[in-house]
């Protein structure tokens, strides 16, 4: 079974810069998710999709983050424009339902 | 207050010691836990599930307490591959996300 994809691997930006992110889940698996992981600290949730629908976004910075999963798939996490503090390892995650989390390798970013 | 805190690391171990990770949350309405390990510059996979009676794989024992809202993970016997950080993780009944602790940074010596 192929694993959640994820790219890219790594992204070095300029603040004020425009990023964008990708994620391919697990095929079949309803839920995605995009997590937030800065050095040091254990991963934050981003957005929870269950398809194509948005099940938890509570803790997106709106101002300057979206993400979309058009036809219920693939996914695209974005930032516009980009600040130091968004400086970390952005995570997809995918599961079928209340079990079989699985996490992508992830897109380490560096807003310099 | 964060939702799930763990002990302050790093530890730095002997090869052969046991070591003991602690944990607490702070949500009662948390369905589920688990122990998450992350090696460095890798993305976090599951190390085992954690139940109220305890349960145990090999070197690893996770325990549940729901009435002190308290975790907790025992590696006996440590080897050089367990270095890496172990996450303490809720899970809660709706929409299934998962909540992360800070990690826990453990270094075994030969």
């Known amino acids: 079974e192929a694993g959640v994809a994820q790219s890219p691997r790594y992204k070095i930006i300029e603040k004020r810069q425009s990023v964008a992110f990708w994620c391919n889940p697990i095929?079949?698996?309803?839920?995605l998710y995009w997590y937030q992981q800065i050095l040091g600290q254990g991963p934050k949730l981003l957005i929870q999709?269950?398809?194509?629908?948005?099940?938890?976004d509570s803790q997106l910075p709106k101002d300057r983050f979206s993400a979309e999963r058009l036809k219920g798939v693939d996914s695209t996490l974005k930032i516009q424009p980009a600040k130091l503090e968004d400086s970390a390892v952005y995570l997809c995650?995918?599961?079928?339902?209340?079990?079989?989390?699985?996490f992508g390798s992830g897109t380490r970013l560096t807003v310099v | 207050r964060k939702e799930v805190e763990q002990d302050p690391g790093p530890f730095n171990v002997p090869e052969g010691a046991t070591v003991a990770f602690n944990c607490t949350y702070s949500?009662?309405?948390?369905?589920?836990f688990f122990w998450y390990r992350q090696d460095c510059r890798k993305e976090p996979k599951l190390l085992m599930s954690?139940?109220?009676s305890g349960n145990e794989d090999g070197r690893f024992t996770a325990q549940l307490n729901r009435a002190s809202q308290y975790i907790s993970l025992l590696i006996r016997d440590s080897k050089l591959s367990d270095s890496a950080t172990y996450l303490c993780?809720?899970?809660?009944?709706?929409?299934?996300?998962?909540?992360f602790g800070q990690g826990t940074e453990l270094s075994v010596k030969p």
């Open positions: 954690v139940y109220s």
């Open positions: 993780v809720s899970r809660g009944n709706q929409g299934g996300k998962l909540i």
């Open positions: 949500n009662s309405a948390s369905q589920s």
């Open positions: 999709f269950q398809n194509n629908g948005v099940v938890d």
């Open positions: 995650a995918s599961s079928p339902g209340p079990l079989g989390y699985t």
């Open positions: 095929s079949g698996h309803a839920t």
